[in-house]
């Protein structure tokens, strides 16, 4: 029905800069909170920052002042510019986004995509 596809992760050195971004397609009327969320090894998964449909965002403290959130909605696409990266920000970084179907009835489901890894080393 709805796919999330992530890009834009790497290796990059304390202190870099990444952009990710995730596109999604499929059945879909419109598109309301958008979000990443990361997973370091041996450690559960994390919110980081999330985006609504208006544009409001809000941050992880984590990731307050670093990390920029944003969205194109005529794409359907979210990204996420992270500035001075630390090794502790070293994890996958997944999309999520809570999705209205183009169905004959509402229907309202919330998708992740694969996850992309971001590793921060010198």
């Known amino acids: 029905q709805v796919q999330l596809v992530e890009s834009g992760g790497g290796l990059v050195q304390p202190g870099g800069s990444l952009r990710l971004s995730c596109a999604a397609s499929?059945?879909?009327?419109?598109?309301?909170?958008m979000g990443w969320y990361r997973q370091a090894p041996g450690k559960q998964r994390e919110w980081a920052a999330t985006i609504t449909s208006g544009g409001s965002t809000n941050y992880a403290d984590s990731v307050k002042g670093r990390f920029t959130i944003s969205r194109d909605n005529a794409k359907n696409t979210v990204y996420l510019q992270m500035n001075s990266l630390k090794p502790e920000d070293t994890a996958v970084y997944y999309c999520?986004?809570?999705?209205?179907?183009?169905?004959?009835?509402?229907?309202?489901?919330?998708?992740w995509g694969q996850g992309t890894q971001v590793t921060v080393s010198s």
């Open positions: 499929g059945t879909i009327f419109s598109i309301y909170t």
């Open positions: 999520n986004a809570d999705v209205q179907l183009k169905m004959l009835v509402p229907v309202r489901n919330n998708y």
